[in-house]
């Protein structure tokens, strides 16, 4: 190996075993702050939808294919409804929920350790009911006020979606005696095959216009909606409630469906989530959520949804930057999980910077005395041998001896070039010792006595 070469990894090797403390502080500090930060995400996610074929269950599916690019597997637990699935949060059998405004039960929400991703879209109250029924009580076949359900068979969905008893206050409001309605709770699919087959008179869903049920029945010949003449009445009495309408032709404008405009009353769904949920989740659902909704509906105009308002519970400060500030600067160019790392360690980083600045000033001083200390400590077997020569019966065969053991380990010695000097200095200091040796043995064999034959005694 060319001596260049060698000398400049002595050089390095010197200088990293110098910097070796000031690296263990900057690792351990730095897995002290992953540790406590815990910027990576788990894996896997229970989302709690609703029931088959609902809209909750086709967006938990869109929302599982959207994570999916970022490597989260986003479990769906099927569900009655909106209030059951308050209750898997409450019980931490799911992370994030659907849930419909109005289906908290308790006085307050502070309490609930449960947080919003914000507004997601509105559920209008789709009350259809079979025209032949309808001609029962009214002649035109057509109704318009809940009062007119009386003596129709009316199926208001199961106890855990929420509906039943939203029905129940709108039923109070319009003083309506509920045993003069036959009030059924079978789940979507069975209720919606029983109202087509005519067991039932009327259905009622508070769902998003993706369900397919509702795709379905408001293109079915011979079943109608149900028009809320007084949707703006029902806003001002119930503040979970908004006034909406469902434009003429929407539907199919091919066919003209509907042929008129329909007023509803509708609900505002939010995404919830527990406390304890992983920060980095709650941006992925957001930013999905973000371009899941944010497209013109029936009901909104392009970027309405998601929103921080018309939320029951507080909006989670993740959910907040992320829909009003978009997609975070790194994510544009690197990939999520690198991205997110980056932008949570950013400030424990920028604390250990600070520490270890100072810090970092002992490394050149230690390092300077790592390599001093190879040839100074030879110094003090040179000075030893000094003291030595003063002594009147010094042996100075063996100091030789010794001055030449301490001249062979200094030639071993290796050092960067740039402290050449302080191992040449050493050599010419043992070169110095060395003649002092002479010319004290010198001397001393001067002034020896001699024998009476002239030879030293």
Request: glycine share 6%; hydrophobic share 45%.
């Amino acid at each position: 190996m060319p001596k260049a070469i060698r000398y400049t990894l002595l050089s390095i090797r010197d200088l990293l075993i110098s910097a070796g403390p000031f690296a263990i502080v900057a690792v351990a500090l730095l897995v002290l702050a992953y540790v406590w930060l815990d910027p990576t995400p788990p894996k896997r996610v229970t989302l709690a939808t609703g029931p088959a074929q609902s809209a909750y269950d086709e967006f938990g599916k869109r929302y599982q294919k959207a994570l999916r690019v970022n490597g989260t597997e986003v479990v769906l637990l099927p569900s009655q409804g909106s209030s059951d699935n308050l209750r898997l949060l409450r019980e931490g059998k799911a992370d994030l929920g659907f849930v419909q405004g109005g289906s908290n039960e308790r006085a307050t929400t502070e309490e609930s350790g449960l947080e919003s991703l914000g507004s997601l879209f509105v559920e209008p109250v789709w009350l259809f009911y079979r025209e032949d029924s309808a001609r029962k009580v009214t002649a035109t076949a057509s109704l318009s006020a809940l009062t007119q359900l009386q003596g129709l068979r009316l199926n208001v969905g199961t106890a855990g979606s929420g509906v039943p008893r939203l029905m129940e206050k709108l039923f109070e409001a319009n003083n309506i005696d509920i045993k003069r309605v036959t009030l059924l709770q079978l789940e979507q699919t069975p209720a919606t095959v029983a109202f087509l087959g005519g067991e039932i008179d009327a259905v009622v869903f508070a769902s998003a216009p993706e369900s397919l049920m509702v795709q379905m029945l408001l293109q079915t010949p011979g079943v109608k909606l149900m028009d809320f003449a007084q949707s703006e009445a029902y806003s001002r009495r119930f503040p979970f409630l908004t006034p909406v309408v469902l434009p003429r032709g929407v539907v199919d404008l091919a066919r003209d469906l509907p042929a008129n405009d329909l007023r509803l009353v509708a609900t505002t769904t939010s995404l919830l989530t527990r406390e304890q949920t992983h920060p980095a989740l709650l941006q992925l659902f957001t930013q999905a959520a973000r371009d899941l909704h944010s497209p013109a509906g029936w009901f909104n105009r392009a970027g309405t949804f998601p929103t921080t308002e018309h939320s029951e519970y507080p909006v989670s400060r993740e959910a907040e930057r992320a829909i009003k500030g978009g997609q975070p600067f790194l994510q544009r160019y690197l990939p999520f999980w690198l991205a997110n790392l980056v932008e949570r360690m950013w400030l424990a980083l920028g604390i250990i910077i600070a520490i270890l600045l100072p810090l970092s000033r002992i490394v050149p001083p230690l390092y300077e005395f790592r390599i001093r200390s190879r040839v100074f400590r030879w110094y003090g077997q040179l000075r030893a041998i000094e003291n030595e020569m003063q002594a009147p019966d010094a042996d100075s065969a063996q100091l030789a001896q010794e001055l030449d053991a301490l001249e062979d380990k200094a030639g071993r010695i290796s050092v960067p070039l740039s402290y050449a000097d302080e191992l040449y200095a050493l050599r010419n200091n043992i070169n110095l010792v060395r003649r002092k040796l002479a010319e004290i043995s010198g001397t001393r064999i001067a002034h020896r006595p001699t024998s009476a034959r002239g030879s030293p005694a």
